[in-house]
């Protein structure tokens, strides 16, 4: 490995970081797709590890929040975490998510206010939420307490 090495896969490492944040097994990933020995970029990782610039944990924060923004639900969040190489069981508990009101939000944008009125269009909102990653019991109280709220009022 030489000096420029390094340097330049670095470079290359700061310029993807100023767009948005990577674990370090994607930046790992992407230095190898262009050539980039193992030393350069363990070495380039290091150096940004330690100035700040790339950090796995703070990666794994915004990805759980950008993505529970966007209506996924904790197991598409854990699968995405382990596809960049991060520890999830830490990443989505340090993130602090209600989870519920994800959920709650996911289903209001794509249903609204209104309630399945049959056994096939509860099933069908159902796979919906489990497509955006909730679990089946999440989904089935979710469910459940909008029916009875609705039976109620």
Known sequence: MTDDEAKEAR???LRLL???EYSAAELRAKLAGRGCGQEAA???LEAL???GWQSDSRY???MTRGR???GYGPLSVR???RQAGIDDAAALTEADIDWRAALAAAYKKKYGDTTPDSREEYARRGRFLQG???AVEQIRDFLDRLKKHKNEG
């Open 11 to 13: 470079q290359y490492c």
């Open 18 to 20: 100023a767009r948005r």
């Open 42 to 44: 363990e070495a380039a």
């Open 49 to 51: 590890r330690r100035d």
């Open 60 to 62: 794994a924060e915004s």
């Open 68 to 70: 529970a923004l966007r």
């Open 79 to 81: 699968q995405r975490l």
């Open 132 to 134: 955006r990653g909730f």
